[in-house]
């Protein structure tokens, strides 16, 4: 399959003014300027229009809280016990929500999913596509990442049930409990495999699910929207030599000198909402850029469902209307996400070698006005004029 006469947003290696992408079994096989196309039996001329990578939404709950439903879809929060790392994205997921059909109409073709915010230790996040009809086929990797949450979301949960957490001291506490479990947990493991005579340890299904966290095969997501708090997951990442990404940086902006020296990588969003509680007081549209410029890697986001998954590219736009440089954001959406999230070598720009997922526009994608024209995803058509 060609599409040719194009411009293309690689996202990686600059813009080619008017060229042409190949595509083969799903990937991407080559990309080039118009001087080198090649021949191919499926050709698409695609003048006047621009190809862009698949959009990815680094941080939403896609498929966990259905369009529609209330609890009978919401699978988002297991709002009983404040430490639940061994929850598996995974199991909620439901392609069937219809918000799958709107995020690849919208070019949206990769998202990081999972548990939302109630809990201290929430559970394992995914990186899924958004195409199919069983979530296992859909996988990029899973799990990505453990997501854990500081600030008002565990006060607000578990002060209702007269429970503990109901303090910032007490979120961050539970956190390094289960941290410190798995630690020991992983050195028990260690000394069975070593001494035969040793016995492995009783099953602790929690720790089992953090040991991959503590060892940094999968990065660990930190809701966190005041400045106290982003400096709270910065401080127990330091202490546990975690693989940190700060999720929403509310109040980064605040303090963005301070965050890029601590080379912190922050996914922002979401953009398009109300200040629906204190610890949302100082949400300024300005931060994605204030943060960048500081020197902070910086992707955006939807947080689907609070912002739905098809407004993540206006949600850029957003961005550029606050001060973004206008290729800072598209690669906000594309290459950054995919080469914070370590998943570079599969998805987030359009080069030769990855999976052959694309938007391509007439006009503008960050418009309130425009949809992509055409929608490739695995190499296959799933939208078009």
């Not at 949206?108 to 394992?124: F, Y």
């Not at 500081?294 to 961005?319: F, K, M, N, R, W």
Request: charged content about 25%; hydrophobic content about 40%; proline content about 6%.
């Amino acid at each position: 399959m060609l599409f040719y006469n194009a411009g293309i947003f690689t996202a990686c290696s600059g813009f080619i003014e008017k060229g042409y992408v190949l595509i083969k079994d799903g990937r991407i096989i080559d990309v080039g300027p118009m001087d080198f196309c090649p021949k191919d039996d499926e050709s698409y001329d695609i003048s006047g229009l621009t190809v862009y990578p698949g959009f990815i939404d680094a941080h939403c709950h896609l498929g966990m809280w259905e369009d529609g439903l209330s609890f009978e879809g919401d699978d988002g929060n297991e709002d009983t016990d404040p430490a639940t790392p061994h929850l598996r994205a995974l199991d909620a997921i439901n392609p069937g929500d219809y918000s799958f059909r709107e995020a690849l109409a919208a070019g949206v073709t990769a998202v990081v999913t999972g548990p939302g915010s109630a809990n201290p230790v929430a559970g394992q996040m995914v990186a899924i596509k958004t195409y199919g009809d069983r979530v296992d086929d859909m996988i990029i990797k899973a799990p990505i990442a453990m997501k854990f949450a500081l600030g008002e979301n565990p006060k607000n949960t578990y002060h209702s049930k007269d429970e503990t957490p109901t303090t910032r001291m007490a979120t961050a506490a539970i956190i390094r409990e289960q941290l410190k479990k798995a630690e020991r947990y992983q050195r028990d493991l260690l000394a069975a495999e070593e001494d035969e005579e040793t016995d492995e340890p009783e099953i602790d299904v929690k720790s089992e699910a953090l040991v991959p966290v503590i060892e940094g095969r999968i990065q660990s997501h930190f809701h966190a929207h005041r400045s106290d708090d982003i400096f709270t997951a910065l401080r127990i990442a330091k202490e546990y030599d975690l693989d940190l990404v700060l999720i929403h940086c509310t109040e980064g902006y605040l303090n963005a000198e301070k965050l890029a020296a601590e080379k912190a990588r922050a996914v922002v969003g979401p953009l398009i909402c109300t200040r629906t509680k204190p610890e949302l007081s100082n949400e300024r549209d300005e931060n994605p850029a204030l943060l960048k410029k500081a020197g902070v890697e910086v992707a955006i986001c939807t947080d689907h469902p609070e912002v739905p998954i098809q407004y993540l590219p206006l949600s850029a736009g957003i961005a550029v209307r606050a001060g973004m440089d206008y290729d800072d954001a598209i690669k906000a959406i594309t290459s950054v996400p995919a080469k914070m999230m370590g998943l570079d070598k599969t998805i987030g720009s359009v080069a030769p070698g990855l999976d052959a997922d694309l938007a391509i526009f007439k006009g503008d994608p960050l418009s309130v006005y425009e949809t992509p024209a055409w929608v490739i995803a695995g190499g296959k058509i799933v939208k078009r004029p």
